[in-house]
């Protein structure tokens, strides 16, 4: 299935870079994540931003230009330009750490938003993946040990599970306590039923 992989202005990690482009993918730089994916010999089919982190550059790829004042980030402006060319799965870098923790919390809301209007969102960071869940089934791949931390997005939400090391039935996890931190796959396939919303930390 194709994809819009977007590249932020925020920390990239080990193995981010390059990305794995495939046949039908829309890749775009959103602001200051064109230096770093440039630098890593990529080109971008899109840049979007308002350049406040970065110099508009002299480049062959469509560029979109935004206001410096305005009520989404860079990075929400990418993913509503992605839904408008058709794309529904997002691959999101640049998107999590860094010295702004109010960034990384607006993007775990970016993948409700996603998900809200029809899509999938994924932010990668390294050897960490963040997944939200919508009362649906999904299947989750990761080796045999890798963390997995299940949260409510909302109040609470019901989990089943299978794969995890600590077993999950129809078990209530709410967001204003941490229960499911630091469980991890016992194979390489974990099986998730979720009723509710629920954000999914992949660390391997």
């Not at 932020?8 to 990690?13: P, R």
């Not at 860094?98 to 209007?117: E, P, V």
């Not at 999938?120 to 791949?141: I, S």
């Not at 794969?163 to 630091?182: A, E, I, W």
Request: contains cysteine; glycine residues 12%; negative net charge.
């Amino acid at each position: 299935m194709k994809r819009c992989i977007i590249v932020g202005a925020g920390s990239l990690y080990e193995g981010d870079l390059p990305v794995q482009k495939e046949e039908g993918d829309l890749l775009i730089a959103a602001d200051g994540g064109y230096l770093p994916l440039t630098q890593s010999g990529a080109t971008p089919d899109l840049l979007i931003g308002d350049f406040d982190s970065m110099v508009r550059p002299q480049t062959e790829c469509e560029i979109i230009t935004l206001p410096i004042e305005k009520d989404d980030t860079d990075l929400v402006y990418a993913v509503k330009e992605g839904f408008a060319r058709g794309y529904r799965e997002f691959v999101l870098y640049g998107g999590l750490g860094g010295k702004r923790l109010s960034h990384t919390l607006a993007n775990l809301q970016l993948l409700a938003y996603i998900k809200q209007q029809g899509g999938n969102g994924v932010l990668m960071g390294g050897k960490t993946r963040v997944l939200l869940l919508h009362n649906e089934t999904a299947t989750l791949q990761a080796a045999k040990g890798a963390h997995c931390s299940l949260m409510a997005y909302d109040a609470t939400a019901a989990v089943w599970a299978t794969g995890l090391y600590y077993p999950l039935q129809n078990t209530t996890l709410s967001n204003r306590f941490p229960l499911g931190v630091s469980n991890h796959f016992i194979h390489d396939t974990v099986t998730l039923q979720v009723d509710g919303t629920l954000i999914a930390i992949i660390e391997e």
